[in-house]
């Protein structure tokens, strides 16, 4: 399979340029793959439509629609359990 790639130019500071650079070398990869991975892990993933979705995934879909909980709720629910 083909992909097109295109270049893209950064511009950044000299310092973190050489920081890129070193910790690319310590991963073994280029700077271009590091930036490019970063943007891949910003794309949200969605399954595919043929996707299989594990039973206990399967199992939690939909279980609280029309129960009237808001994120609000959720938010609330977190504070409470870590405070």
């Given amino acids: 399979m083909y992909v097109m ?8 500071k000299a310092d ?3 920081m890129a650079k070193a910790e690319a070398a310590r ?3 280029s700077v ?3 930036v490019s ?6 794309t949200p993933r969605r399954p595919s439509a043929g996707a299989v979705i594990p039973p206990i995934t399967a199992s939690l879909v939909g279980l609280l ?3 009237g909980i808001s994120e609000a709720d ?4 977190l504070r409470e359990k870590h405070s």
């Fill in 16 to 18: 973190r340029i050489r």
């Fill in 32 to 34: 271009s793959q590091m």
């Fill in 27 to 29: 991963r073994g990869k």
């Fill in 37 to 42: 991975d970063f943007f891949a892990g910003l």
């Fill in 74 to 77: 959720y938010r609330k629910h």
């Fill in 65 to 67: 629609k029309g129960r």
């Fill in 5 to 12: 790639q295109t270049k893209l130019t950064l511009r950044m």
